[in-house]
């Protein structure tokens, strides 16, 4: 039995549909990451923006909507960058390229700057730095949908605390988000096996892709999905011979 059905998913196939980020590079070397990521059927690509020079940011937003169209979902992360008076700004200007969401554009913990974008943005904004506890899934709830999560499993605690904020945020009818950091296949399967049993708005589930000497396999990427290998379990296998120690632990 794969994880995914032990939670209450129906996943005869482990898999979903995941985005890509586009990180700060040269507008040339941004412009080619994003049509490989299309090339290999990705439909959805996050921009980390927030930069010295908002126009730029806005420069290869527009580009990728003039290139792509409606064909991809563009979404934007400022990592918490802005204040409310400026998310505000930026939001204003980002509208204009149908973005699926902005990813927290104000620091985490500034609830009252999540109360004004939740009022007045004219775009979905959606937390991440800010959902570490159960007492922030409650209160993006009474949201009533205007605010949007993005649950990750290293910051929640695993996968039954994941599972539970998912199901609060489902019956308040609020969108959401699984993903993860670049932990490597074992954290992404885990990640996916719980997309599968929750069936969110959205995905994050690139972490493994492209890591070499990875002790876990079984993890794999094909026509913008990822999925697992491997019939049972989390569907991946370690290989305690592909570790190694890394730095000096004393305790003591």
């Known amino acids: 039995?794969?994880?995914?059905?032990?939670?209450?998913?129906?996943?005869?196939?482990?898999?979903?549909?995941?985005?890509?980020?586009?990180?700060?590079?040269?507008?040339?070397?941004?412009?080619?990451?994003?049509?490989?990521?299309?090339?290999?059927?990705?439909?959805?690509?996050?921009?980390?923006?927030a930069a010295a020079d908002f126009a730029e940011d806005l420069r290869r937003i527009a580009e990728l909507?003039?290139?792509?169209?409606?064909?991809?979902?563009?979404?934007?992360?400022?990592?918490?960058?802005?204040?409310?008076?400026?998310?505000?700004?930026?939001?204003?200007?980002?509208?204009?390229?149908?973005?699926?969401?902005?990813?927290?554009?104000?620091?985490?913990?500034?609830?009252?700057?999540?109360?004004?974008?939740?009022?007045?943005?004219?775009?979905?904004?959606?937390?991440?730095?800010?959902?570490?506890?159960?007492?922030?899934?409650?209160?993006?709830?009474?949201?009533?949908?205007?605010?949007?999560?993005?649950?990750?499993?290293?910051?929640?605690?695993?996968?039954a605390p994941t599972m539970a904020a998912a199901r609060l945020l489902s019956d308040a009818g609020v969108p959401f988000m699984i993903g993860q950091m670049n932990e490597g296949s074992a954290a992404t399967a885990a990640a996916l096996h719980v997309a599968c049993a929750t069936s969110p708005a959205f995905a994050e589930l690139s972490g493994a892709d492209g890591l070499i000497d990875d002790p876990v396999s079984g993890v794999s990427y094909t026509a913008g999905t990822v999925h697992t290998d491997h019939a049972s379990g989390l569907g991946v296998a370690f290989d305690a011979a592909a570790t190694h120690l890394i730095g000096d632990f004393r305790y003591g």
């Not at 980020?21 to 690509?45: I, M």
Request: hydrophobic share 45%; charged share 25%.
């Open 1 to 49: 039995m794969t994880v995914a059905a032990w939670l209450g998913g129906v996943a005869p196939e482990v898999s979903r549909e995941t985005n890509q980020t586009l990180f700060w590079s040269s507008f040339e070397e941004f412009l080619a990451q994003a049509q490989a990521y299309v090339d290999r059927g990705f439909r959805d690509l996050k921009v980390r923006v």
């Open 65 to 159: 909507r003039a290139r792509y169209g409606t064909q991809i979902k563009i979404a934007a992360d400022a990592n918490g960058r802005w204040s409310a008076t400026e998310a505000l700004e930026k939001l204003d200007a980002l509208a204009a390229y149908d973005l699926a969401y902005v990813e927290q554009p104000v620091p985490p913990g500034d609830w009252s700057a999540v109360d004004c974008l939740a009022d007045r943005s004219p775009l979905p904004v959606m937390l991440d730095e800010s959902v570490a506890t159960p007492e922030d899934i409650v209160r993006i709830c009474t949201y009533g949908g205007r605010v949007l999560a993005h649950l990750k499993l290293v910051k929640l605690g695993g996968i």
